[in-house]
Structure formats: structure tokens, C-alpha cells
């Protein structure tokens, strides 16, 4: 039998994993902390239009109207066919490839009014399509 004490270990606590964490914490929260700038000069910027430095002759406007009928850059076309709408956007891409088609259709313009007027621009090459919207403020009124 042995009644020696035994030596009891200290507990010892590791550090290391305790500082890998809080450091993987501080690099989280400096790379997502935004900073504001503050000036010395209180400033007032002066005003300009927008609208006004638009680069209008690389729009082509699309209109569809809610029975179907099209209209590019406020000529109505006569057919709705893909072809058509296809001649009529290259006619109007004054800026070659480079324009942008905004097709403004009616809300209740039918779907495959508007795919059509897509479909024409990618056989014609026009890649930059964008959909003119109003805001539901202006909407009311």
C-alpha cells in the first residue's frame, strides 16, 4: 500500500487558442467598422441637373403598350413580330452595339410583348436592356 500524498499538478490554463480567438475577433470587426471622414469646412455643393448630362443619343426608348403595340423612340411600328421590332431597334441604335434599350411597357402589357422586344435586341446585339419603372410615390397621383 502506498500512503505517500501524491503530488497534485497544477492546473494550468492555455493561453494561446484564448489569444487566437480574440485576435481572429479584431481583424473581423476592423475589416467591418466603417469610418467616417469629418472636414474642418462645412461645404455646399452646387446643384445640376441630371437629367440634363444624360447621354440620350445611346438610349433607345422601347414603349409597349398594354394591347401589345410598340413604339421606338416615339415611332409607333406597324408589326409586332420579332423581325420587325429587330429592324426597327437596329434603325434606332444610333450608337451601334454601345446603346441601351429601356423597354417602358405598360403594367398590363402582355409577357410576350416584352420578351419579343428582348429577343429583338439580342438578334440585333444590343446586350444592355433595362426596364423603365416609376415609383409607387409618383404612382398615385
Known sequence: MNFRPRQKEEPE????????????????????TTYSKFTELQLTLP?????????????????????G??????????GR????????????ATA????????SADASAPHQSVVTV???ARRVGLSQITFATQSSATAGK
Open 96 to 103: 451601334g452595339p454601345n446603346s441601351v434599350v429601356i423597354i
Open 69 to 78: 403595340r410598340y413604339a421606338i423612340n416615339k415611332t409607333t411600328l406597324e
Open 81 to 92: 413580330q420579332v423581325d420587325q421590332v429587330a429592324r426597327a431597334l437596329a434603325d434606332a
Open 118 to 120: 428582348m429577343e429583338a
Open 47 to 67: 446643384v445640376a441637373d441630371a437629367q440634363q448630362l444624360r447621354d440620350h443619343p445611346k438610349e433607345v426608348i422601347v414603349a409597349v403598350a398594354a394591347d
Open 13 to 32: 490554463i492555455n493561453l494561446i487558442p484564448f489569444i487566437d480567438v480574440l485576435l481572429v475577433i479584431l481583424i473581423f470587426l476592423m475589416l467591418t
